[in-house]
């Protein structure tokens, strides 16, 4: 086990330069562009896979570090170079995750590498959960999985909503309901392969902020995918359905193993928003003057970023903790990777919108980077649990009851 150390090693550091520098030169003079192009940032995430930054290999290596840490500042560095770019990059490490959490080592070796490709041939993955009338109520999940057991296949049928890279991914892994009685204890995940019939992109939906991350509807058709894309094979699936319908309860659901995984490093993200937000505002106070003075000097724009400030090294700390205590085993037992989420993710909105405030009228037009900011921090209060949903497991883990 690793020792916590608020201090990062020589590694650590050259990894942050080292994605810094690419945020810096590579995905901040692109920002302005694909936000407003709502694309996928196809040439960015070349670029990323020709260094090294978008490849199985470095994420393995994050997911493998004894700290935790090289995934959450990674993730950090990305989305200070801009969230929607940051996250079109990332984004195929929701789907690795879901392989990771609820798969074999087997599967992790088969279909890990396929979530990233090569430099020459470049895939992405999506992680399938969300639906229409299933986003934070996971256990309604509609999405069913048949079992064909001539054909030893699974027959997927459903519509997934809000996914990244939904439809445009090559390897989908998807969560879907093989036994409905049983709520989210009787759900699996599934690979679907690249060129698998039946699986389509939906709506392509426009969004208020990261306009660069592409999100879309998955629908399935008939579906047909091999058995052995079932994560965790059937023996295991059938041996936990048959504790869950005897009442037993398991620690395995397919969906929630993936974000207790994920929840810090999206924080991360989120933190990287807001940094940017106060970097940028912190100069602006010390270069506009009004009344003969620089509007740093006035207590009023001064306890801002002061406020701004605390609030980004507190969600830091929150993110930094979690992300060692997952890596190291241990047991979440006061919510403490929703605690990291739920904390960047607000304080990503707060200091955003306090930047707005700093830069008057210029930090409402799209001339300068504020208001994009702004737009890109909202989804961290939504998406991978909301912020309400976040303080429930928070509660639920501090309390001992089932807080509804």
């Known amino acids: 086990m690793a020792e916590f150390s608020l201090d990062l090693n020589e590694d650590q550091l050259q990894?942050?330069?080292?994605?810094?520098?690419?945020?810096?030169?590579?995905?901040?003079?692109?920002?302005?562009?694909?936000?407003?192009?709502?694309?996928t940032p196809w040439p960015i995430i070349e670029e990323a896979a020709r260094i090294g930054l978008y490849s199985f290999d470095f994420i393995?290596?994050?997911?493998?570090?004894?700290?935790?840490?090289?995934?959450?500042?990674?993730?950090?560095?990305?989305?200070?170079?801009?969230?929607?770019?940051?996250?079109?990059?990332?984004?195929?490490?929701?789907?690795?995750?879901?392989?990771?959490?609820?798969?074999?080592?087997?599967?992790?070796?088969?279909w890990g590498p396929q979530c990233f490709g090569t430099p020459d041939k470049i895939q992405l993955a999506a992680f399938c959960v969300s639906e229409a009338d299933a986003g934070s109520d996971v256990s309604s999940?509609?999405?069913?999985?048949?079992?064909?057991?001539?054909?030893?296949?699974?027959?997927?049928?459903?519509?997934?909503t809000w996914i990244t890279n939904g439809g445009i991914a090559d390897l989908h892994v998807v969560v879907a309901s093989v036994?409905?009685?049983?709520?989210?204890?009787?759900q699996a995940s599934f690979v679907v392969p690249p060129g698998t019939p039946g699986i389509a992109q939906g709506q392509k939906f426009k969004k208020m902020g990261i306009r660069a991350s592409h999100t879309a509807e998955v629908v399935l058709d008939d579906c047909r995918v091999p058995g052995?894309?079932?994560?965790?094979?059937?023996?295991?699936?059938?041996?936990r359905l048959a504790r869950a319908r005897e009442g037993k309860r398991s620690s395995s659901q397919a969906a929630m193993k993936t974000f207790e995984a994920s929840r810090p490093a999206v924080g991360a993200q989120a933190l990287g928003i807001a940094r940017a937000a106060f970097e940028y505002s912190l100069d602006y106070a010390k270069e506009r003057k009004a009344f003969g003075r620089a509007i740093i000097e006035n207590q009023g724009i001064a306890f801002k970023l002061a406020n701004m400030k605390t609030r980004i090294d507190a969600s830091r700390l929150l993110v930094w903790?979690?992300?060692?205590?997952?890596?190291?085993?241990?047991?979440?037992?006061?919510?403490?990777?929703?605690?990291?989420?739920?904390?960047?993710?607000?304080?990503?909105?707060?200091?955003?919108?306090e930047a707005i405030q700093i830069l008057g009228g210029y930090g409402y037009v799209r001339e300068y980077p504020v208001e994009r900011w702004h737009r890109d921090s909202k989804i961290f209060t939504i998406f991978e649990g909301t912020s309400e949903i976040q303080r429930l497991i928070i509660a639920r883990a501090v309390s001992g009851v089932h807080v509804k």
């Open 228 to 239: 052995h894309c079932l994560l965790g094979g059937k023996e295991k699936l059938d041996e």
């Open 179 to 186: 036994d409905s009685e049983l709520g989210a204890r009787g």
């Open 15 to 39: 990894l942050q330069k080292w994605v810094h520098d690419f945020a810096e030169k590579t995905i901040r003079p692109a920002a302005h562009e694909w936000d407003e192009r709502e694309e």
């Open 60 to 110: 393995s290596q994050a997911f493998l570090d004894q700290s935790g840490l090289l995934l959450p500042i990674a993730s950090e560095e990305l989305a200070w170079g801009d969230a929607g770019i940051g996250l079109a990059i990332l984004g195929s490490t929701l789907g690795l995750a879901g392989i990771a959490g609820n798969g074999t080592p087997e599967q992790l070796l088969e």
């Open 141 to 160: 999940l509609r999405t069913r999985a048949v079992y064909d057991e001539a054909k030893d296949e699974w027959v997927l049928n459903g519509t997934k």
């Open 321 to 353: 903790r979690a992300s060692w205590m997952g890596r190291n085993g241990k047991e979440f037992t006061s919510g403490e990777g929703s605690m990291s989420k739920l904390y960047a993710g607000e304080t990503a909105v707060y200091v955003t919108e």
